[in-house]
């Protein structure tokens, strides 16, 4: 139900964008809409921002751990996307219909779909 009112909120190029495609759940939504219009940031500068997490006098664990969570999680979300923009048009549909949660299932999805289309 909380979907199906996010649905209706999206305008001008958010509905473009999810107009056509099963916006069930949240994570594909996030998925679709940061493909869409999110700044790419270089794989590299996000691995010198996680290399560069350093705990301060007065920070606790928790803190410099979530940030190096944080930079962490970015890392493989945009890593998925990359490989997924990198796919042929007919896998890339197919494999970003399939929303797969990881890089591992996205790259299984594609090679299950290329070996299906080879044959």
Known sequence: MLMK?????????A??????RDMSDWEGMKLV?????EPQRL??????????VRMKNNEDVCKSAESAS???DQLKEQTLVVFIKGLIPSLKTIVKSRNPATLELAIQVAKDEETELKS
């Open 15 to 20: 509905l473009n964008v999810c107009r056509h």
């Open 43 to 52: 794989t590299s500068s996000l691995q010198i921002a996680l290399n560069s």
């Open 33 to 37: 809409l940061l493909d869409a219009f």
């Open 70 to 72: 944080t930079i962490r």
């Open 5 to 13: 009112f996010f649905n209706t909120k999206l305008f001008d190029q």
